[in-house]
């Protein structure tokens, strides 16, 4: 997804400090793993697992959809951020990306067949075919998601973006990315007319639609230390994300559980600021903010609440609209009287760093392979405090085990293959 590897991010294998001109940003790792958590625990409240019911949590993490699109920003942008460190051609990022990606992937699919087979939930012969050609999309416009781990949809599209920057790189045209954004964004204006189409042409459509989103993060990586805002005006804008998802953006789509690509390119454009303004806090810490930018938060703000309010989501509203307006204006009027009273609180650096890094190695292990675990929990654990414990402890153990032992080893596999495929030289 993702989580992606941040869903790329250039993350090691293993967390390890950092220098403040890293590549890894332990700030977008942490981002990065709260976004699987919350998938995570998402579906903990909406499956039988024991999970403990507190007042509000439902509301508070019902954002999935939401930390997809986080998946899908963060991966552009720390791609981005990839190349301009390591300028790869075409064939070493793909190496990269499959022994990144891949391993793992196949672990988790191999598990939702088993596990669709104990559970007598199997999984269909071209589902399962699809799922290793990359075909599946959230819509299954061509191959529908997974039973047993639905999550694995977006590794489908994660991974259509980058064969799509692949053959771009390998035809040397970096021009080719406006032609990317340009035929994009035509794809969302076709499906925000309604037409979602079927088979391979709803899946470019699907693909096109959730194109911007990983382009915002790729272009604002190319703003290395330009255009950043401070920390506290980043956050408000990014707060008004409950805004924009209870918004109704006017997309007459034939599915009701797909994606509206307009509002995820809204979400996107509150997104990436907070992602490059974490960015050039560690990686270029002398740079300045822009001056004034509460003037284009508040002018934002304006817009976004003017729009939300009059233009309602259809249907139950969780949370009042008028309440969702006051959250981003609350937080900076609080934040600002924090600052002004010269009140400061840092974190222990080590310790923010390594916890960081590690829910964000963690992240894509998590975000494949819950559901399968979520599944055999339920289907063998009788008990719903028992089986909440147990499910913490498995899906805790698989996930380290995934990530920490099987993922080096099998990178490690996939590197020597390559070594022994290689022709030999002259």
Not at 12 to 38: C, F, H, I, Q
Not at 166 to 184: E, G, K, T
Not at 195 to 222: D, I, K, M, Q
């Amino acid at each position: 997804m993702a989580k992606t590897d941040s869903s790329e991010v250039p993350v090691e294998n293993a967390p390890r400090p950092r220098t403040p001109g890293s590549g890894t940003v332990a700030a977008l790792e942490l981002m990065r793993g709260l976004a699987s958590l919350d998938v995570f625990i998402w579906h903990l409240l909406n499956a039988p697992s024991g999970f403990p019911s507190f007042p509000g949590l439902y509301r508070l993490v019902g954002w999935s959809r939401e930390s997809v699109i986080v998946f899908f920003v963060l991966s552009g942008y720390v791609i981005a951020l990839s190349q301009q460190r390591q300028h790869r051609p075409a064939l070493p990022f793909f190496k990269a990306r499959v022994k990144r990606i891949v391993p793992l992937y196949l672990i988790a699919l191999a598990a939702a067949v088993g596990v669709g087979v104990i559970v007598h939930t199997p999984c269909g012969g071209w589902q399962i075919i699809g799922h290793l050609l990359f075909l599946q999309s959230f819509e299954g416009s061509l191959v529908t998601p997974l039973p047993t781990d639905g999550p694995l949809w977006s590794l489908g599209t994660e991974f259509e973006f980058y064969l799509t920057l692949v053959l771009i790189l390998a035809a040397r045209r970096p021009a080719l990315m406006i032609a990317w954004w340009i035929v994009s964004l035509a794809g969302v204006l076709v499906r925000y007319t309604g037409h979602v189409g079927t088979g391979a042409e709803g899946l470019l459509l699907e693909f096109l639609g959730l194109s911007p989103c990983w382009l915002l993060g790729y272009l604002f990586a190319g703003f290395r230390s330009k255009y950043s805002l401070a920390l506290i005006p980043a956050l408000t804008l990014f707060l008004m994300i409950p805004l924009v998802s209870y918004a109704n953006f006017g997309t007459t789509l034939v599915s009701d559980g797909a994606f509206d690509d307009v509002k995820c390119l809204f979400l996107a454009l509150l997104i990436a600021p907070l992602i490059h303004t974490l960015a050039v806090r560690q990686l270029h810490p002398h740079a300045e903010p822009l001056a004034h930018s509460w003037l284009l938060v508040a002018a934002i703000y304006a817009g976004v609440a003017s729009w939300a309010g009059t233009h309602p989501q259809a249907g139950f509203h969780p949370v009042p609209m008028p309440a969702l307006m006051l959250l981003p204006a609350v937080f900076f009027v609080a934040a600002q009287l924090i600052a002004l009273s010269r009140i400061k609180w840092t974190p222990p650096a080590g310790a923010f760093r390594r916890s960081s890094l590690f829910l964000g190695a963690s992240s894509y292990a998590l975000y494949v392979i819950h559901t399968p675990i979520l599944l055999l929990a339920i289907a063998f654990i009788p008990e719903p405090h028992l089986r909440f414990a147990a499910l913490l402890i498995l899906t805790a153990s698989v996930v380290v085990f995934l990530e920490y032992v099987a993922q080096p080893r099998l990178a490690a596999l996939i590197d020597r293959f390559w070594k022994s495929s290689r022709p030999p030289g002259p």
